[in-house]
């Protein structure tokens, strides 16, 4: 088997692998939202909202999740309610609100979508040493490569 051979396979393998892991994962990446207060679609506002530093209108909102204004300021009084966002006014157009993350809501988002469970220490306790250097390397290339630039 040649070089380019051996890395396609190999490359399929770790993609087989991924789809394997992310799978069994999702239960334990559901776990916080199944014990907090937040709908999954909450979750998914309140991420778009966390990662926009000037704040998100209820108008762009809706729109790039294809809901009705009304649906979408619904959505969001839900999420100033539980003291996830807040709504302040625009600094460049005082008639509008921008919708901002508080820190408990970037703490949830952080939570949730930082969660590596299958990098967990109850996962990674299992691997031998030598298991755990070659995931130590992998996962260095990995970051490097997204550091950089893909």
Do not use: C, W, Y
């Amino acid at each position: 088997m040649g070089e380019d051979d051996d890395r396609r396979a190999t490359l399929e393998r770790i993609e087989a692998l991924s789809l394997s892991i992310a799978v069994r994962s999702i239960p334990r990446m559901l776990e916080p939202l199944r014990s907090g207060s937040l709908s999954l679609q909450q979750l998914k506002v309140l991420s778009v909202v966390v990662t926009t530093e000037e704040g998100a209108s209820v108008a762009q909102l809706a729109a790039s999740f294809g809901v009705t204004m009304a649906s979408m300021s619904n959505l969001v009084d839900r999420l100033v309610a539980g003291g996830f966002a807040e709504r302040a006014a625009d600094a460049r157009d005082l008639r509008v609100r921008r919708v901002h993350s508080t820190d408990l809501g970037r703490a949830v988002v952080q939570r949730v979508m930082g969660a590596r469970p299958e990098l967990g220490a109850d996962v990674l306790s299992q691997l031998s040493l030598e298991e755990l250097h070659a995931l130590e390397i992998g996962l260095g290339a990995v970051g490097r490569v997204l550091r950089d630039g893909v």
